[in-house]
Each structure stands twice: as C-alpha cells, then as structure tokens.
C-alpha cells in the first residue's frame, strides 16, 4: 500500500527532513563523533576509527549502523502487519519513531552539555535514535517522494543545483519540473535550518535530551496532523516518485 501525493504528505516530509537536522546535531555534537541518520558518513567515521583516526568511536559507529540496520527491518515488518489489517502503516510507523526518539530523550537525561565529559547512557541513546531513523528510512522510502527522502540531502542538492543550469544558458542538464525542484531545495533548506536549531539549542547550553525531546513531540505531531487528514490519500497502486 502506498500514499497517494497531497499537500500534507509533502508538508509531514519536509518537517521530517528539518528534525533529521537537528537530531544528527545531536548525534554529531553531543555524542560523540557519530551519525544515527545519515549511514554513509557513519559508515565512513566506522572505517575512518577502525583505520585509528583520532577522536572517532568504532563501538559507537557500530552500534549505530546496528541498530539502524534493525530499525529498517523492524520498519519493513511493521509496514507489512499494519498494511496487511488494512490500518495507516504511515502514521503508524510516525507513532513509533516518535516513541524510540521520546526513550532516547528521557534516555539523554544522564548526558551532559557539550562543555562537560561524556556520561551516562550514551550507547542506549546512539541506539534509540538509530533504531528511529532506520524506522523512519523505510517509512518515508515506501511513501515514494523521490523528491523527499528525509535523511539525505546530497541528491537532492545536486538536483537543484544541476536545474539551475537551463537559467544559466544550458540544456544539457536539468533538475526535472518547478514543483520537484521546489521540493527538493525545501528539503535542503530543511535539514540545514534544522541542524542549525540543533546546534543552537545545545551551544545554548541545553542537554542533548531537549532537542530530542522536541524532535519526538515534532514527529507525533506530524503522525497527529496526517492522521487526521481525508482518508482517500491511500491506494493500493504504486505511482511513480
């Protein structure tokens, strides 16, 4: 079962993108030099320490890749049991995500703030966070907008950069229709604006457990909001990103 486009799907996936940016602030800046969302530089920072670059953390890399790897499964699995009954696996698989990410925030209650040694749970939180995002990767993935993957941007930017080139004199090359590529630099104006609140909040002297805490109540909200949308957004056929 997929999602027919709407307005709201495009909105939930844009506020998604923007609490990506502010969890991998977390992630980056008060655990530790460590991605639970964007797997390709955690996979980089995995073989970067197990090479024995300076200041990175095999175990918390690792336990990330983990956990993110179990959040896409248990994600595909739940899409299929939900599916299979007929009941929104969308807003189903919101609810979870936002769950995991509320027990990494309550979990973050141990950590200190950036000017302070690293304590408490920081492993369970890593894995919290990770398990949410793997969830979220195949939640978004099987809601099929290309143009919105919410924890990736680097396609996304080069689409809209490479769009720009019919402006500059050039046909060779081009970004696809105005509405993509206006969603695509939404999706990366999100993730920088997000990174920048999360950043914000812990330069500001807040505990890695505030942003996300925020982000848990952001991504229900988003599950609230959608979920109360009309109802015939739903088919049972696949379209196209």
């Not at 999602?3 to 602030?25: K, N, P, Y």
């Not at 049991?81 to 769950?99: D, H, N, P």
């Not at 982000?215 to 056929?237: K, Q």
Request: aromatic fraction near 4%; proline fraction near 3%; hydrophobic fraction near 55%.
């Amino acid at each position: 079962m997929t999602l027919r486009r709407s307005a709201a799907l495009d909105a939930v996936l844009i506020v998604l993108t923007l609490t990506t940016g502010v969890i991998e602030a977390v992630s980056l800046l008060a655990l530790g030099h460590v991605f639970t969302a964007l797997m390709t530089g955690n996979m980089l920072f995995l073989a970067f320490g197990l090479a024995g670059g300076p200041g990175l953390s095999v175990t918390a890399s690792a336990v990330s890749l983990g956990a993110f790897a179990v959040g896409n499964l248990a994600g595909a699995l739940l899409e299929t049991k939900v599916a299979a009954r007929r009941r929104r696996w969308f807003v189903t698989g919101l609810v979870v995500e936002a769950a995991l990410l509320g027990g990494a925030g309550l979990a973050a209650g141990g950590i200190g703030r950036l000017d302070e040694p690293l304590t408490g749970h920081l492993y369970l939180v890593i894995a919290l966070t990770a398990l949410a995002m793997g969830l979220r990767s195949v939640t978004t993935l099987r809601a099929r907008v290309a143009e919105l993957p919410t924890t990736l941007t680097t396609r996304a930017l080069t689409s809209v950069i490479s769009g720009l080139a019919p402006v500059l004199g050039r046909d060779t090359v081009h970004g696809g229709g105005g509405g993509s590529a206006a969603l695509r630099a939404a999706g990366v104006v999100a993730m920088f604006v997000g990174g920048l609140l999360g950043a914000w909040m812990l330069t500001a002297g807040h505990r890695p457990q505030l942003p996300l805490l925020v982000s848990a109540a952001v991504v229900l909200l988003c599950a609230v909001g959608f979920g109360l949308t009309p109802r015939d957004r739903t088919s049972a056929e696949p379209r196209t990103g």
